[in-house]
């Protein structure tokens, strides 16, 4: 684990902290349902070990899933995750010896593989991109099933798209090196037309350009700033828009459309450390804040451990918390338990008191038109919530298509008077295409 903690000069520092002696590892990190096991109850397993393989008929690059830790599996059990889906998992008392961690790896040079044998380790090392935070997804599918209309640009986001969570921006500044090297593998399995790294215009700009011309080759490479003080800034379209106005009609990055392929600063170090140093995803970056806690910071666990188990890590409670909220206070999740285990797709978790969040009841539609205003695609939310809420009435189709325009930012959650998931519920009419029984 890796905390980082205030020196008196304001700056931080990294630590090695415990780790806990059971994990319990999902084996659903993805959206299948179903696995082949690799492992059996009373069989000793290795960190880094495979542990199952999702199952997928259309797909046979889902990630793979491993250990956390060696030690002994004590069982295996159906979990509930902290979005709600089931999961299989397997529960491993920690012993023995680790084959990664406390180890200095060795390089691999990836270069003599073919592209179709890096995303094929990619899937095997477990990498999935966590850019679309509540989609995870395996990165080795969506480089193999690559849209047609793609125009094969990358754009990596340096920072977080949700301001409480804090993890990918700590990344980038912190481990910029992993990150350059990770989109240069990236490009080459993609063979990428270019590269954009989408940066926080208020920090410093991550551009070396002697670097880049050695690690990435003839792939053109793209620095990006973005306003990150007005909110949203980090999302799918906005960041499109940012890159096609930024270059002339006849440069390939102007061409960039919702088929090319968007990742994270987090996707990119475990891409990393899966091809060149060959170790698969075995831990996360979290950031743990909240004022329920004593110390808050940025730590490096393992795949599998509990949010009780943090707790403890950072001192535990200074008050109970009223609410505990996973992966950002505006695109998260609220959970009512820490006992959840970490999967690769949490990247911070706040434990917050009831003055954070007053009054959470939702109440019927007052009809004050707050989530129209701060809707940056110029949707109403209140009537596409209506839509779904009031099913007796005919629905408008253009106005239901209109929900694809969602980003997901969650602003309209942040306003409403009435505390209406909003959110949550046009992502159900734009992901299920939602059809009304009355609708002509």
Not at 328 to 349: A, C, D, F, M, R
Not at 428 to 438: D, F, G, Q, T
Request: hydrophobic share 35%.
């Amino acid at each position: 684990m890796i905390k980082i903690r205030k020196t008196k000069k304001i700056d931080y520092t990294a630590i090695d902290s415990f780790l806990p002696r059971i994990v319990t590892i999902p084996l659903k990190q993805e959206s299948f349902d179903d696995c082949d096991f690799t492992v059996s109850i009373g069989s000793y397993v290795k960190e880094g070990q495979c542990l199952s393989k999702p199952i997928d008929s259309n797909n046979s690059l889902v990630s793979a899933v491993h250990s956390s830790v060696p030690g002994v599996v004590e069982g295996i059990e159906k979990i509930t995750l902290f979005d709600g889906r089931e999961s299989k998992a397997v529960k491993i008392k920690m012993q023995g010896a680790f084959s990664y961690r406390g180890k200095e790896p060795a390089d691999f040079n990836w270069k003599i593989k073919m592209p179709s044998e890096i995303i094929k380790m990619i899937s095997d090392y477990g990498v999935i991109n966590t850019f679309f935070i509540n989609k995870p997804s395996s990165l080795a599918a969506q480089l193999n099933h690559r849209n047609k209309d793609s125009s094969k640009i990358i754009v990596v986001r340096l920072f977080d798209e949700d301001p409480y969570r804090c993890t990918d921006s700590f990344v980038s500044e912190n481990l910029f090196d992993k990150i350059r090297q990770g989109a240069a593998i990236l490009a080459y399995a993609y063979q990428a037309s270019g590269i954009v790294f989408a940066y926080n215009k208020n920090k410093p700009s991550p551009e070396v350009k002697e670097e880049d011309e050695q690690i990435f080759g003839q792939t053109p490479v793209k620095y990006i700033p973005v306003n990150c003080e007005k909110y949203p800034a980090g999302f799918q379209r906005i960041l499109m828009e940012y890159i096609s106005k930024s270059f002339p009609e006849d440069e390939v990055f102007s061409k960039i459309n919702i088929y090319d392929l968007m990742t994270d600063s987090v996707t990119l170090v475990h891409l990393y450390n899966a091809i060149v140093q060959q170790i698969p995803v075995i831990s996360q970056y979290v950031y743990i804040y909240g004022d329920c806690l004593k110390i808050s910071g940025i730590l490096r666990v393992p795949i599998g451990i509990s949010l009780e188990f943090l707790v403890d890590e950072c001192g535990g409670f200074l008050k109970q918390p009223t609410k505990i909220i996973i992966n950002g206070q505006l695109t998260g999740w609220k959970v009512n338990s820490s006992e959840y285990p970490v999967t690769k797709n949490i990247k911070s978790i706040g434990f917050l008191s009831k003055a954070s969040f007053p009054n959470l009841t939702a109440n019927e539609c007052i009809r004050c038109g707050k989530c129209r205003m701060v809707c940056p695609a110029g949707l109403c939310p209140d009537v596409l919530f209506n839509q779904v809420i009031t099913q007796n009435e005919v629905q408008d189709s253009l106005l239901v298509k209109s929900s694809a325009l969602c980003s997901s930012c969650s602003l309209c959650n942040s306003v409403c008077s009435s505390r209406l998931p909003l959110s949550q519920i046009i992502a159900l009419i734009r992901e299920h295409s939602y059809e009304n029984p009355n609708s002509k």
